[in-house]
């Protein structure tokens, strides 16, 4: 849980700075800050990818995860869910509470850095991933906040549920997972953090989301060559 307080703290932290003093941020260094945590999100998925014991089986999981993610359109599904709350809850004569709220909350919440870092701190205590996103989210909630107002802290608190939740949830399947399923678990989410960095650094759009299956596919292949006898 030590990585979601943090990030909780620092959407607190950037709301209340993006109220007072937002405005006198030039969009030139949100650019370079955000370009500065891409860097970082690759640095992290290679390091994260390069712990496996077979890229084959990597390769194996991310294609069968693409085929889902894509099937169901999970990218498009989240971009058109976020479209229709704003939608709904914004206000005609300027960005209302719901806006506000929810923007930034979905732009915390969902997401393979959300999913990956919650695993990492409740499976291994490591909450390295969070530590980044909360630098992301942290410069994120400034931007927002100068745009949309003091609104924008209270998507702390989804954050702090969301994340806390998903790390508890984490927590209680470390004893079903083997050392070789959660280390290929790991290295297939390193490499949708590639793809994220990728598209932070604004290199290529990859939709990272569309790849997130591929983090229940790993384990369940790991599973499956186990049964028949080959170890990892």
């Known amino acids: ?11 607190l932290t950037g709301a209340t700075v993006g109220t007072l003093f937002g405005s006198r941020l030039s969009a030139r260094l949100h650019e370079t800050l955000g370009h ?5 999100t690759l640095f992290l998925g290679m390091k994260m990818a390069w712990d496996t014991k077979n890229a084959a089986l990597l390769l ?28 709904r809850l914004g206000s005609k004569g300027g960005v209302g509470f719901g806006v506000a709220f929810i923007t930034p909350t979905l732009l915390f919440c969902v997401g393979p850095m959300t999913l990956m870092g919650c695993i990492a701190d409740g499976l291994r205590g490591d909450y390295s991933i969070l530590l980044t996103k909360s630098i992301l989210d ?25 994340q806390g939740g998903l790390t508890l949830a984490a927590g209680s399947l470390a004893a079903a997972l ?25 290199v290529k759009r990859v939709r990272v989301a569309n790849l997130l299956p591929a983090l229940l596919w790993a384990p369940i292949l790991v599973a499956g060559l186990a049964r028949l006898g080959v170890s990892l």
């Open 60 to 87: 194996v999981a991310l294609l069968l995860g693409a085929l889902v993610g894509e099937g169901l359109d999970l990218e498009g599904r989240l971009e058109a869910f976020g479209a229709l709350l704003e939608r």
């Open 138 to 162: 942290g410069f994120s909630s400034v931007a927002f906040a100068a745009a949309m107002g003091g609104a924008v802290a209270a998507s702390a608190g989804a954050v702090l549920v969301t």
């Open 178 to 202: 083997t050392p070789a399923m959660s280390r290929e678990l790991f290295a297939t989410g390193g490499v949708i953090l590639i793809g994220l960095g990728l598209r932070l650094l604004e």
């Open 1 to 11: 849980m030590i990585g979601t307080l943090i990030n909780t703290g620092a959407i």
């Open 36 to 40: 500065v945590i891409g860097l970082i």
